[in-house]
């Protein structure tokens, strides 16, 4: 019997890794998205299957963590083995102007979808992963930061999210229904959203070395995250749902770089050294050399500054997660490090930007100014 499964946030970076991996293993897929005014799933478009095919195997349904009765519907129609929740206001800055809202699609959507399997008594088919985050330790309280950790959320989406966290341990403790919780540290691919830092970083990486943008603005270069691949933390999701009993799992790669350190990386990927000077808000990125023929970059050119806009009313400084449990519980295994990460993020974005630059050269705008 093919399983089938219900993942909230398909369009994402992550619903789209995830969609990958469930396909090969057999699954049938049932994505839910948004209604937009432009297309949205150009992350998944590659999967599309003509929903004439007697055996298609990937199902997009409109709908939004906000309406219940929806998700009630889709639930019942679908009658998923397993739902990842994936769904959610990401971005932490934005969670600050758009507080109410993340709490309503981040917190309490998870609720309604753990309703959802109450009300349909679907609690001993449906299994669900709710996408819990490194956020929640936010002040650090201790490093590395494992299970056992407390938590001190420090933006609005991280507390939305610490909501979902304990919603899922409390409908698992008193329903028995097996959810579990997946806090991910940070995970990056050359499918991130562009206004996460390191895929800004390698956008701008690109750009600057093809001389499409002038300087990259930054906030806080002296955040510390532990970053990992995107494509090896779905596989971490689907081990979380197949075990005996359910439980919660930090995944993570247990390095931490800091956002300068990560640019270095970058623009050392096209061949051109950076060199930062100065402290704070004034601190500078400068061109030291340039190694690649391709790029004419002038020597000694301000490439970063830091824009205070960027900065955040309460900051969460240092993430560095302890994955012993994922490795020997569910003999998880990263396959990138980060080196390998910003490798391919950066060669993605410079084919981009390569497309971009021809259309630019052949007199064509170049589109997505806003950050
Ligand atoms: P993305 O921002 O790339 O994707 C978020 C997805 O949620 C998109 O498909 C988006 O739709 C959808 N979405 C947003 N709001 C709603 C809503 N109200 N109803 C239904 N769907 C909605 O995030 P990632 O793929 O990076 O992350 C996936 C999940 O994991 C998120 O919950 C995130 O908070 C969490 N997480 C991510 C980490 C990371 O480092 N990437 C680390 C830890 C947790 P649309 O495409 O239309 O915008
Ligand atoms: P984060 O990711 O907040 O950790 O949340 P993000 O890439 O946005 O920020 C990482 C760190 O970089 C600093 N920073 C900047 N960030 C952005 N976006 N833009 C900048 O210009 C910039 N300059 C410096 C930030 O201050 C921060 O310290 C991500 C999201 O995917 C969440 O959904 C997820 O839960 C967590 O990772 C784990």
């Not at 969609?19 to 998205?33: A, D, W």
């Not at 739902?83 to 758009?98: E, P, Q, R």
């Not at 420090?154 to 997946?182: D, F």
């Not at 996460?196 to 093809?210: C, L, S, W």
């Amino acid at each position: 019997m093919k399983k089938i499964a219900l993942i909230t946030g398909i369009t994402g970076q992550d619903g789209a890794y995830l969609t990958e991996l469930l396909l090969s293993k057999g699954y049938e897929v049932h994505g839910i998205k948004r209604r937009s005014s432009l297309f949205n799933t150009d992350r998944i478009d590659h999967l599309y299957q003509d929903p004439h095919d007697d055996d298609q195997r990937l199902i997009l349904h409109y709908g939004d963590l906000s309406d219940s009765t929806n998700l009630i519907r889709i639930i019942q129609q679908v009658q998923p083995d397993e739902i990842y929740n994936l769904g959610a206001m990401s971005h932490v800055k934005v969670s600050f102007d758009t507080p109410e809202y993340t709490a309503n699609a981040d917190g309490i959507g998870t609720l309604r979808l753990l309703e959802a399997i109450r009300i349909l008594g679907l609690e001993k088919k449906t299994k669900i992963y709710q996408a819990s985050t490194s956020e929640l330790y936010g002040l650090v309280q201790a490093v590395p930061q494992s299970e056992t950790t407390p938590f001190y959320p420090r933006s609005p989406y991280a507390v939305a999210k610490m909501y979902a966290y304990w919603i899922t341990v409390n409908y698992r403790e008193a329903y028995g229904i097996y959810a579990c919780n997946g806090i991910l540290f940070n995970h990056e691919s050359p499918l991130r959203g562009e206004t996460f830092v390191t895929r800004k970083i390698t956008r701008a990486t690109a750009k600057i070395a093809m001389g499409l943008q002038d300087k990259l603005f930054l906030g806080n270069l002296d955040a510390q995250r532990d970053w990992g691949h995107a494509k090896d933390y779905v596989e971490a999701m689907y081990l979380i749902l197949q075990q005996e009993t359910p439980e919660d799992y930090v995944i993570a790669t247990g390095v931490t770089t800091r956002v300068r350190e990560f640019v270095r990386l970058a623009f050392a990927e096209v061949g051109i050294a950076i060199e930062f000077k100065g402290e704070g808000a004034a601190e500078k990125g400068y061109v030291v050399s340039c190694s690649n023929p391709d790029f004419q970059i002038e020597i000694g050119k301000e490439v970063v500054s830091v824009d205070e806009k960027y900065f955040r009313p309460t900051e969460v400084d240092l993430l560095i997660g302890d994955p012993t449990k994922s490795k020997t519980k569910l003999g998880w295994q990263p396959k990138y490090d980060l080196q390998h990460l910003v490798r391919e993020m950066v060669a993605a974005d410079v084919d981009l930007f390569r497309r971009e630059k021809l259309l630019k050269d052949s007199g064509y705008s170049i589109r997505n100014q806003f950050e």
